[in-house]
């Protein structure tokens, strides 16, 4: 009896620690989750009463739309573009603020993390100026190199303007990266770097052979995390920017849902670009951990 | 025991706390679906028997504040409930309402008068939707409450949605090109109007250091509202039944040469160099203020931009404004409105008072009114020379009510074929596509749409 109700009691602690967040998670996740493909097998222009169900209609249109597919492009491009630009130079900064010890390491380290408390919108709108092409920096800097006054629309040219959105956005997700691999570099035993300058590694072979196996682990993480947030979030840095234009050559799937949903009324067809992205940041996720599993060392 | 006992009560009370919050959801939940279901209210009968309506009952207003604020919203909204007394008037408002208010018209409980003006609000949408009262039969008749016939009081006339009329334009508002007239006067230039002295003035300009054109690409709306439209009507000989057959979604009017001629004009402006290079990825406020400070010598935009910039202008800048440029010598200019409108909800519960309501604002003496309030130009037919209203809005009207200017009454184009317009537009200024393409373009958005 005395057991029995030990274990009631037990039960009902970690259900009162269970449920709420359950039911938080199915109230804000699952549920838009759930309506989001529900609406996605309509016609609704997001404003009228009527909806009309037109089964997977809205996914052939979709596989049919050239956006779409500039969209997803220019969304992988993003993301291995940041994955690329962020973990080389996140990786470069933590190891040369950690291993070679100089004086302005700590004043560097608060420079570095400044754009990741910055709001991606101020940062939009910051880099908008720097490209402007009558009184932005990029331009004026330019200028002094050359005879003429240099006038390039940096947003505007006719193809690739993606290209100018992912210098803002590895400059504005350096710094937390950056973070990451520190702490992952201090968690390494002095003794080990010791050791092997007293066998004769110089510094590349420390790294390639103790430092990068050893927070292999927390780039992992962190380029999981690059994909997941740009194939979610790249929206804001695009809409404040550009939104998705000119001619729509810097659509990613986030602006070309809002675009669709709010301004050309197709909520249906948007919500079909909601489960898109959907499972596409469930493949590439799962795709992504088979290629990037790698033996972990673990320190003991 | 205690602390077992402390923790079975916390515990209890969270879970409490959860299913009160969970009985919040589905309370919302029942909240949004109901009243479709008991939509007849009780109180919408009018005393019909005794001569004059006594309007009673609820009467929701919704009205976004934008760019035209809401003195003139407080002002008229005050004065109808002075004169309906037993009517309860509540007023939704705000930058956000077309957003908040959003759940309401999907539920069918929409408010019963509406104000379309703003984000995510689209007339032709709504009226596709089936959300706006047709008013086409009751205007035929209708009179506003001094006994004047509300559609002959209009500037511009309602657009016609296969014939039939849902809303009502309120504002009068033109598109055009700016320049600073002190510039001008100081350089020697001559104020251009028509596009032969356009291009004339514009070659002057270039070859004096100055971009002669700036716009902002990243919202092609105004480029296409202020220099293409125009541009087709006066290549068309000033009819504008080509924009509105655009507009209705026929192929043949996209292919008329009209169209192409007037894209032509745009490829001209761009070859000559004329179309500053920094356009395409601008927002207005930048291109506005790159002409603010006579960087570039003409802009296409509204005539609110002397009140959206007030702010910023510079002494001594003096603006000068024509509807449009694009017509040749000889021909009358091209004003292409733009405005915002009225409606009533086809599921309002209170018709009867919203019918009243547009009586009540469709009057002369609101005209000069608006004027003074809002600061633009009113759709209603007077004369707001003796009121208090600034004085471009004056000229402005008196431009608008010219015999010798085609004003093209409100236009919505559906939202995809705007878009594709708009799109193509900023492709065809930067030498992406030629006229063609964009035809080409557009159509096969429009055939798209018009099945």
Sequence with gaps: MNTGSAKWQRTLFIASFIVPTLAFFSLFTIYPVAKGLYYSLFDWSGMSQDKEFIGLDNFKALFQDPIVWRAIGNDYFLVLGKIIGIMLLATFFAVSLTRFNFKLAGFMRSIFFIPNVISVVVIGVLWSFIYNPQIGFLNAFLSLFTEDKVTIAWLGFMNHTIWMLLPPAIWAGIGFYMILLIAAIQNIPASYFEAAELEGAGQWKQFRSITLPLIWEQMKVSILNIMMTTLNGSFVIVWIMTEGGPDNSTQVMGSYLYQMAFRQYHFGFAAAIGVLILVLSLITTVVLQRLLRHETVELS | ?451
């Design chain 2, 1 to 451: 025991m205690m602390i077992k006992n402390k923790f079975a009560a916390m515990s209890l009370a969270v879970v409490l706390a959860t299913m009160t919050l969970a009985g919040c959801g589905s309370d919302k939940e029942k909240a949004t679906d109901t009243p479709s279901t008991n939509e007849p209210a009780a109180d919408t009968s009018t005393n019909e028997s005794s001569g004059d309506k006594k309007l009673t009952g609820d009467f929701e207003i919704q009205y976004f504040v934008g760019g035209y604020g809401d003195k003139w919203w407080k002002k008229v909204i005050a004065d109808f409930q002075a004169a309906n007394p037993d009517l309860n008037i509540k007023e939704m408002s705000g930058p956000k309402i077309n957003e908040q208010n959003k759940p309401r018209w999907i539920g069918g409980n929409p408010p019963d008068f509406v104000y379309i003006d703003g984000p995510e609000l689209n007339d032709r949408q709504m009226v596709e939707d089936g959300q706006l009262e047709d008013l086409t039969e009751w205007l035929k008749t209708g009179t506003n409450v001094d006994g004047d016939n509300i559609l002959d009081l209009l500037t511009q006339a309602p657009q016609q949605y296969d014939g039939k009329i849902y809303n009502i334009p309120l504002v009068l508002n033109s598109w055009g090109i700016f320049w600073n007239k002190a510039l001008f006067k100081e350089k020697g230039w001559q104020e251009p109007q028509n596009y032969a002295d356009f291009l004339k003035v514009s070659e002057q300009i270039k070859a004096a250091g100055v971009t002669p054109f700036i716009h902002t690409g990243k919202y092609p709306y105004y480029i296409n509202g202020a220099v293409l439209y125009p541009a087709i009507v006066s290549a068309n000989n000033g009819d504008f039944t080509v924009l509105q057959d655009m507009a209705a979604n026929k192929v043949e009017a996209f292919n008329s040469p009209a169209v192409l001629g007037a894209l032509n004009k745009i490829v001209e402006m761009r070859d000559k160099g004329f179309i500053d290079k920094a356009s395409i990825q601008i927002n207005h406020t930048d291109s506005q203020m790159l002409f603010l400070q006579n960087k570039d010598a003409f802009i296409p935009n509204g005539l609110w931009l002397p009140n959206e910039m007030s702010k910023d202008i510079p002494s001594g800048f003096d603006f000068g404004f024509i509807p449009s440029v694009m017509q040749d010598a000889g021909q009358k200019v091209v004003a292409n409105t733009s405005t915002a409108t009225v409606a009533i909800a086809k599921n309002g519960k209170n018709k009867e008072a919203a019918k009243a309501f547009l009586q009540f604002i469709f009057s002369k003496a609101q005209a000069s009114q608006w004027a003074e309030l809002s600061g633009s130009p009113s759709n209603i037919k007077g004369d707001i020379s003796a009121s208090n209203a600034p004085n471009f809005v004056k000229d402005a009207a008196k431009y608008l009510n010219d015999a010798n200017t085609i004003v093209i009454p409100t236009i919505t184009f559906n939202a995809d074929v705007d878009k594709a317009m708009q799109d193509a537009t900023d492709a065809l200024t930067i030498a992406k596509i030629t006229p063609e393409e964009w035809i080409s373009r557009v159509t096969d958005v429009v055939k798209k749409v018009a099945k």
